[in-house]
């Protein structure tokens, strides 16, 4: 079974699955191999067809099966120092190094090496394979995913994503928005400032009321000490605007993003924000020139995983791992997508995250070995009469 998983590792690391290039040489190879064990997969494709979603069922055909999940993309190497190919898979002191080992190719690779053994065991509730796209820039795939499971496959009880964790168990993270904000001012020349309206000068208004909304929240609150920081944060990323010193601005555009922790009304960064350009900043602006704007579009957006009580997903994973604390991760997953659509879901997977994204990241043997001890006794629960 080791060897199984090893060679499934390598296979799935030598697909550059780099997220602006396609997936479905993978998606395909998974789909060939499933098929051989006379398991159908269900392929979703982005709008070009270039990129795919796999999900496949394994067992009978009701409600409450478990989700086995995880993305297919990784991120670039391009500007990393990597002391080998990174993908191709090199062993060296118990550690397997190669983009995507740690997030999170292992994870699907060893569902994969299971599934005959799932096939073969008399399961009571189906184990599903999702297979994702598009993970890495900003879980754009997955909608498309769990969408054709609610349309297609009885409900399941719960998903496990299998992000590098070192297989322990997380119930909850912290979302994603990010936004862009363009201040459209009025140009003119720079010795009349008087007549224009200068968009460097009120964007910087409003990037000085997000540090202070920042601030407030750091002081205020909610918190929640799994997480480090313990509260939600903003960040304003990048700037552009202006062209000429002697030249009013006549516009000026930053990008922003805030990391909600669970429990944070979500709506409530962006209306204080809204709230602020429409009493503080526009009747300035409109008082010289009428047809300046501040306009604030949503470029992406993951919620937080929120943890739940009685979830049947934490209960399930507590039993195979025999975790007695739930933990928290800084980075956005899957999960709160698949929490999302009604399915309950947590994070536990093998690797760990200091190495994803990282030149040289690589994943330890022993936690492959975890993983399938772990999945082995998925399918003990699955067989199982309750
Ligand atoms: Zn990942």
Redesign the pocket.
């Known amino acids: 079974m080791v060897q199984t998983a090893l060679d499934l590792i390598r296979r799935l690391v030598g697909f550059d699955t780099v997220s602006v290039h396609s997936n479905l040489a993978l998606i395909h190879y998974a789909r060939d191999y499933l098929r051989d064990l006379g398991i159908e997969s269900r392929l979703t494709f982005d709008a070009e067809g270039k990129k795919a979603n796999l999900l496949a069922a394994i067992g009978p055909n009701v409600p409450g099966g478990i989700v086995l999940s995880?993305?297919t993309d990784v991120v670039p190497v391009a500007g990393q120092p990597w002391e080998s190919d990174p993908f191709t898979v090199v062993e060296r002191d118990g550690r397997l190094y190669g983009r995507g080992t740690a997030?999170?190719k292992s994870f699907l690779a060893i569902a994969l090496a299971l599934a005959p053994e799932f096939r073969a065991a008399k399961l009571r509730v189906p184990i599903y394979l999702a297979l994702s796209y598009d993970?890495?820039v900003g879980c754009l795939g997955v909608g498309k995913l769990l969408h054709d499971l609610a349309a297609a496959l009885p409900r399941p009880a719960a998903a496990i994503i299998g992000?590098?964790t070192l297989m322990k168990l997380i119930n909850r993270h912290k979302g994603f928005q990010s936004f862009t904000t363009t201040v459209t001012g009025r140009d003119g020349h720079s010795s009349g400032t008087h007549r224009g309206v200068n968009a460097i000068a009120y964007a910087a208004e409003i990037v000085a009321f997000l540090t202070r909304l920042a601030a407030e929240i750091a002081a205020k609150g909610p918190f929640d000490d799994g997480f480090d920081p313990p509260y939600t944060t903003i960040n304003v990323g990048a700037v552009r605007g202006g062209t000429a010193v002697n030249i009013i601005a006549r516009q000026c555009s930053f990008d922003w993003e805030f990391r909600p922790i669970p429990g944070l009304d979500l709506a409530s960064v962006r209306s204080r924000l809204d709230a602020f350009i429409a009493e503080s900043i526009l009747p300035r602006m409109h008082a010289v020139a009428p047809e300046t704007n501040v306009v604030t579009i949503q470029d992406s957006g993951s919620p937080p995983l929120v943890p739940e009580a009685d979830s049947p997903a934490e209960a399930l994973v507590r039993l195979l791992t025999g975790a007695n604390i739930a933990g928290a991760v800084s980075?956005g997953?899957e999960a709160s997508h698949f929490q999302e659509s009604g399915i309950p879901a947590v994070i536990c997977g093998p690797g760990s995250i200091e190495q994803?994204h990282q030149p040289n990241e690589f994943i330890a043997l022993d936690q492959v070995d975890a993983c399938i001890a772990f999945m082995r006794k998925l399918k003990d629960w699955a067989t199982a009469t309750p």
């Open positions: 995880g993305h997030d999170m993970e890495e992000e590098p980075f997953t994803g």
